[in-house]
Nanobody, 123 residues
Framework: VQLQASGGGFVQAGGSLRLSCADSKRTSSNNAVGWFRQAPGKEREFVASISWNGGRSSYADSVKGRFTISRDRAANTMYLQMNNLKPNDTAVYYC?????????????????WGQGTLVTVSS
C-alpha cells in the first residue's frame, strides 16, 4: 500500500481529530496532496489540498476555518487537523497524491489514493 491513512475514529460534535497519511513510496514529494471524503450514500467530495512545497492550500467551503491541511515532505506524510467537528463531517476520509505540483478540487487531478479512514461524529 502506498498511502496509509490513519487517525480516524469516533468523536462528539465540537471535538477534534488529526488524520495522517504516510506515503511509503515517496512519490508525493514534488506533487500536491489532498484529502477527500465520502459520506454514506453520497459522492466523494473534495476537502482540502496543499501544493508541493506547502505554500498554497485550498479548502472546501464546508470546512474552511475548521480544518487545516499540512505536510511534512521530509517524512513523506500529510495531515488533516479537524476541529469543531460536526455530524455532517461523518465520512470515510481519503488521502491522495496529485498529478502535479498544484492540484485543485477535482478527483481527476489526483493519481494515487489511500484506503480511507472512517470519521464518525455524533451529535
Amino acid at each position: 500500500v502506498q498511502l496509509q491513512a490513519s487517525g480516524g475514529g469516533f468523536v462528539q460534535a465540537g471535538g477534534s481529530l488529526r488524520l495522517s497519511c504516510a506515503d511509503s513510496k515517496r512519490t508525493s514529494s514534488n506533487n500536491a496532496v489532498g484529502w477527500f471524503r465520502q459520506a454514506p450514500g453520497k459522492e466523494r467530495e473534495f476537502v482540502a489540498s496543499i501544493s508541493w512545497n506547502g505554500g498554497r492550500s485550498s479548502y472546501a467551503d464546508s470546512v474552511k476555518g475548521r480544518f487545516t491541511i499540512s505536510r511534512d515532505r521530509a517524512a513523506n506524510t500529510m495531515y488533516l487537523q479537524m476541529n469543531n467537528l460536526k455530524p455532517n463531517d461523518t465520512a470515510v476520509y481519503y488521502c491522495a497524491v496529485g498529478r502535479s505540483a498544484y492540484s485543485g478540487p477535482s478527483s481527476d487531478s489526483y493519481r494515487y489514493w489511500g484506503q480511507g479512514t472512517l470519521v464518525t461524529v455524533s451529535s
